[in-house]
T-cell receptor, first 112, second 112 residues
Framework: DTAVSQTPKYLVTQMGNDKSIKCEQN?????MYWYKQDSKKFLKIMFS???????INETVPNRFSPKSPDKAHLNLHINSLELGDSAVYFC???????????FGQGTRLTVV | ELKVEQNPLFLSMQEGKNYTIYCNYS?????LYWYRQDPGKSLESLFV?????AVKQEGRLMASLDTKARLSTLHITAAVHDLSATYFCAVDTSNSGYALNFGKGTSLLVTP
């Protein structure tokens, strides 16, 4: 039973399109995150939600919009995709804001 | 701005040898995390170090934390090929909303 699951695993799309990535966790955690891993493997926080409330919104273009319908779900919608958005996006969750995070399998987004 | 620096970034070592990966961070934090990532895979939590002087061991890996020096080490004993992966350290602080701030990762290759 997957703890943190993301869909899709791979996403290839053209510039200018709008796409969404979905994330669900069945761990009962309070906090969920979106991280971006670039081509050099560097991981950077994008958003953090605690109990459906946005906690962190790092310097991310407003084309990226997270939505948390409930504690177990955190989706990421991206408008007007650009080549530079190509990366692996990881969803993660943790019990409270100060504990270890468990990561989903990642979504490899390729914008062509 | 919190900075997390790992070194080395690349490490090629022979099976059976010992080595240490270092992780320095720039601001006060009592919590440090080590993750492993295999190529194309998710991040797997290895160690959670929650206080000064914490030491944890799992198999051939041992992690320690010195919060006064703002330094964590990941020691590899008698390396085997299965340890080949990228290792990340990460720190969370209240200033970052407790999201993980990652180092750039250490790509480890263990050769026969």
């Amino acid at each position: 039973d997957t703890a943190v699951s993301q869909t899709p695993k791979y996403l290839v799309t053209q510039m200018g399109n709008d796409k969404s990535i979905k994330c669900e966790q069945n761990l009962g955690h309070d906090t969920m995150y979106w991280y971006k891993q670039d081509s050099k493997k560097f991981l950077k926080i994008m958003f953090s939600y605690n109990n459906k409330e946005l906690i962190i919104n790092e310097t991310v273009p407003n084309r990226f919009s997270p939505k948390s319908p409930d504690k177990a779900h955190l989706n990421l919608h991206i408008n007007s995709l650009e080549l530079g958005d190509s990366a692996v996006y990881f969803c993660a969750s943790s019990q409270v804001m100060t504990s270890e995070a468990f990561f989903g399998q990642g979504t490899r987004l390729t914008v062509v | 701005e919190l900075k997390v620096e790992q070194n080395p970034l690349f490490l090629s070592m022979q099976e059976g040898k010992n080595y240490t990966i270092y992780c320095n961070y720039s601001t006060t934090s009592d919590r440090l995390y080590w993750y492993r990532q295999d190529p194309g895979k998710s991040l797997e939590s290895l160690f959670v170090l929650l206080s000064n002087g914490a030491v944890k061991q799992e198999g051939r890996l041992m992690a320690s934390l010195d919060t006064k020096a703002r330094l964590s080490t990941l020691h590899i004993t008698a390396a085997v090929h299965d340890l080949s992966a990228t290792y990340f350290c990460a720190v969370d602080t209240s200033n970052s909303g407790y999201a993980l701030n990652f180092g750039k990762g250490t790509s480890l290759l263990v050769t026969p």
